[in-house]
């Protein structure tokens, strides 16, 4: 369902004299229709800038992404506007996504009304806002409510309940608990899980949080420094990680323990490999190679990008 080819994705930094930043650097990976891709790695490490690739909001410096066979770098505006319609992303701040001066029902029916489903006042817009509430689990009383009268996790329900109102095939959940309690996290995620059962689903989940990714996914891919390092079934990359960068990754989350997670874990990362998005700086530089090659196959499906294997 989604192809990305090679993408890449350069900024270029600097006050004085601008340098180029790889945020993604000759990225390769599929995602199979109904299937849930984790996507884990540390702050800045480009996880979100591949999303806004994929989903065309930015584009390549170089690279395709294909959706269904349909190459998105190479179409038009028009094109990309019916495409949009089955791409959707779920962000990290649930009140940024909503317009901070409408009803939860104005936020909900706007994307029909945009789209031409329903018409501003009918019954038919009525019933389907009711039939989404319903569906991520709120009540028809929230929808006369603004979006600060809502707790987080009632907030991220009537994101996806957003997103979920054009029947999109594909959906980029990018971080899209880290900002919520642990006990309300999971509701969230189950929904997320139960939403896709539904409509067979196909996800590209974000986390830096490399447990929530393994619950999460049928497979996992780690980024570090812009690049896919390990990429595999979510068992065996989470069972049996062969790239020093997701044993450290994985190490990391069991020796702080569950409980401070978050924002705990990203410190901690930061500080682990201090601060560093490249490899000569990293306390690990001996067992990363600095210049990773193509990523290589070592078990059916399971592939890192390092020397030393
Ligand atoms: N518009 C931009 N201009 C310049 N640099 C950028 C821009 N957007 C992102 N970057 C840089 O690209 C790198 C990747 O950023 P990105 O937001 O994709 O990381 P991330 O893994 O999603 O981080 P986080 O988990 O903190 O959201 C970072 O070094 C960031 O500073």
């Excluded at 642990?182 to 490399?210: E, R």
């Excluded at 049996?240 to 705990?264: C, K, M, V, W």
Aim: charged share 20%.
């Amino acid at each position: 369902m989604i192809r990305v080819e090679n993408l890449t994705r350069t900024y270029w930094v600097g006050t004085f004299k601008k340098k180029p930043l790889q945020a993604v650097d000759n990225v390769t990976f599929f995602i199979r229709p109904g299937e849930t891709l984790g996507l884990v790695g540390e702050s800045g490490c480009g996880k979100s800038t591949l999303a806004r690739l994929i989903l065309g909001l930015i584009p390549p410096t170089s690279g395709k992404v294909f959706f269904d066979d349909l190459d998105l770098t190479a179409i038009g505006p028009r094109e990309i506007l019916a495409i949009r319609k089955k791409m959707q992303i779920i962000f990290q701040h649930p009140e940024s996504a909503l317009n901070p001066r409408m009803r939860i029902f104005d936020c909900l029916a706007e994307p029909l009304r945009l789209h031409r489903i329903v018409i501003k006042g009918s019954l038919e817009e009525k019933e389907r806002v009711a039939e989404l509430v319903e569906l991520v689990g709120l009540s028809k009383e929230h929808l006369n409510r603004f979006p600060h009268e809502l707790s987080g996790g009632q907030l991220q329900r009537v994101v996806l309940a957003r997103a979920l109102s054009l029947h999109p095939s594909f959906i980029v959940a990018d971080e899209p608990t880290s900002m919520l309690d642990v006990s309300v996290q999971a509701q969230v995620l189950n929904l997320l899980k139960h939403v896709q059962g539904l409509y067979n689903l196909t996800y590209l989940f974000i986390s830096h949080d490399i447990e929530v990714v393994h619950c999460m996914s049928n497979r996992i891919a780690v980024m570090y420094g812009g690049k896919i390092v390990e990429i595999g079934p979510a068992d065996s990359v989470y069972k049996n990680p062969l790239h020093p960068y997701t044993q450290l990754l994985i190490r990391a989350f069991s020796d702080i323990g569950a409980s401070i997670l978050e924002p705990g874990t990203r410190r901690f990362i930061k500080t682990f490999f201090g601060g560093c998005r490249f490899y000569p700086s990293c306390p690990q530089a001996g067992n990363i190679c600095k210049n990773p090659p193509e990523l290589k196959e070592v078990a059916p499906g399971h592939s890192v990008a390092c020397l030393q294997i």
